[in-house]
Structure formats: structure tokens, C-alpha cells
């Protein structure tokens, strides 16, 4: 499945952006798909994950009850709505799917075999 992200950009800390990934070229709802971030000079890292069906969801620590993740299946679409937004958020978000057919809610790079080319968001303080 092709990847193309979208959304990121410049926002104050406490404020909120809402990023979207458009996927083409296979069936998107057999996919469980997932944001990833890299911060500046650091690893890249989970941030989110949700199910086919967008009922089961999944954070890391850092963005549980700030960030959700959803998906409309009939646009193909997956998105991440941040909100109380920090300067540690700083970071290059790429969202990433997983085998087709895979029902494993992984939080590890190696299990996500197609990315997007990522989107940069920077939070100011």
C-alpha cells in the first residue's frame, strides 16, 4: 500500500493539528495502521495504532488522552488529532501499515512494511 501523509506544520504549544494519511493501491481496511515519530536527533518511535475497523486503539504513554487515532475506511484514510500539543512533540510523523491480514497491534518498526514520507510538526513554546 502507497502512503502519503499530510497535515503537519508550525503550532504553539497547547494548540492542535490534525494530521491525515491517504493510502492507495491495495485493500486499506485489512491493514492495521499506525503514526510513528521522529524527533530531531532521536530514534524513531510508536506514537499510535488502530485497527481494521478503527474500533481498537492503541498510544504510547507520552500521548494517551492527548492524541487520537481514527480512520474512514471508505476515504482510505487514517488520522491522528493532537491536541494540548508540547514542544517535545517536535518531531518527523510518518504513518506506517502493517502486513495485509496482520491482526497483531504492534508497537515495533519491523512489523510496519510500508510507510508515507512523513510530515513535519514543530511545537513552539
Known amino acids: 500500500v502507497q502512503l502519503q501523509a499530510s497535515g503537519g506544520g508550525l503550532v504553539q504549544a497547547g494548540g492542535s493539528l490534525r494530521l491525515s494519511c491517504a493510502a492507495s493501491g491495495s485493500i486499506f481496511s485489512n491493514n492495521v495502521m499506525a503514526w510513528f515519530r521522529q524527533p530531531p536527533g532521536k530514534e524513531r518511535e510508536f506514537v499510535a495504532g488502530v485497527g481494521w475497523s478503527g474500533g481498537s486503539t492503541y498510544y504510547a504513554e507520552s500521548v494517551k488522552g492527548r492524541f487520537t487515532i481514527s480512520r474512514d475506511n471508505a476515504k482510505n484514510t487514517v488520522y491522528l488529532q493532537m491536541n494540548s500539543l508540547k514542544p517535545e512533540d517536535t518531531a518527523v510523523y510518518y504513518c506506517?501499515?502493517?502486513?495485509?491480514?496482520?491482526?497483531?497491534?504492534?508497537?515495533?518498526?519491523?512489523?510496519?512494511?510500508?510507510w508515507g514520507q512523513g510530515t513535519l510538526v514543530t511545537v513552539s513554546s
Open positions: 506506517a501499515a502493517a502486513p495485509s491480514g496482520s491482526r497483531r497491534y504492534s508497537r515495533e518498526r519491523y512489523e510496519y512494511h510500508d
